[in-house]
């Protein structure tokens, strides 16, 4: 009697045991997940995704997470390289497309991603000017990517984008863009009426040379002028009588008058 209470005793330890085995050695990995599988501290395989089983003991299995990361890198001081300082900070899109190097070469390919993202924003930027780090971030966005992605390819790391976020500014160099644009609009509008006082005096000069081409024109033109002042009757308009007109007038009398 004895023995058999004994023997049915370790017949239900060791069912037990078996149950409490199996359940330690099964994983279920979802979709977007992978198992990194180590056998006895080396790589043995990446299992997954679905059902799979780990020895225990013998197996370890460290899971890896396949969506995009989505990273708010904090703000950096920068100096642009017309020694302006500013605070610039972006947001940093990456996934992981090898589970076995984003776990065996580097400790932790988060943090590193990040460190990484944070240094390489300050060095490309640092090597532009402010204006440029104004007008052209997508410009920048695209060389800050292809640098990271560059570097981060050896831990199985793929940066999707990097956007920049805000360049802050502190008050002094707002209040002086503000003056530059200001100087600039002036210069603008300086420029355009140079512009169109150059081209009114060429037409000037081009319909003078046509006048002086036909005595007649210009004194067609310089009654229109009278005409034109004997309208206005708010005042007395004293005006010379040029000299060639006389002549022409002297001219018309000379025929018109009868012959002897």
């Known amino acids: 009697m004895f023995f058999d209470l004994a023997f049915n005793f370790g017949l239900s330890s060791l069912i037990i045991l078996a149950l409490a085995l199996l359940a330690a050695s099964i994983r279920v990995l979802r979709e977007y997940e992978r198992g990194v599988v180590f056998q006895l501290g080396r790589f043995w395989a990446v299992k997954g995704p679905g059902l799979i089983i780990v020895l225990p003991v013998v197996q370890q299995m460290v899971r890896v997470d396949l969506r995009t990361v989505v990273h708010d890198v904090p703000k950096q001081d920068v100096i642009s390289r017309d020694n302006v300082s500013v605070k610039v900070n972006a947001v940093l899109y990456f996934r992981v497309v090898d589970p076995e190097r984003a776990i065996v070469q580097v400790e932790n390919f988060f943090e590193a991603t990040s460190q990484l993202a944070q240094t390489t924003l300050r060095s490309v930027l640092g090597k532009h000017e402010l204006d440029t780090m104004l007008a052209e971030r997508e410009r920048l966005n695209i060389d800050i990517q292809q640098v ?5 390819d050896a831990w199985g790391i793929k940066v999707l984008n990097v ?4 360049v802050d500014l502190d ?6 863009i503000a003056r530059q644009a200001e100087a600039e609009r002036e210069r603008r509008a300086k420029v355009i009426h140079a512009e169109g006082e150059l081209q009114a005096s060429e037409k000037l000069m081009q319909a003078a040379q046509v006048l002086s081409q036909q005595a007649g024109a210009m004194q ?13 009757k708010s005042s007395t308009i004293v005006f010379p009588l040029p000299i060639e007109l006389l002549k022409g007038m002297a001219e018309l009398s000379v025929k018109d008058a009868p012959q002897a």
Not at 148 to 152: C, S
Not at 163 to 166: A, Q, V, W
Not at 171 to 176: D, L, N, P
Request: hydrophobic fraction near 40%; glycine fraction near 4%.
């Open 163 to 166: 956007e920049i976020k805000h």
């Open 171 to 176: 008050e002094s160099m707002v209040r002086a």
């Open 220 to 232: 067609l033109r310089y009654m229109q002028t009278l005409s034109s002042i004997a309208g206005d």
């Open 148 to 152: 990271l992605d560059a570097q981060t």
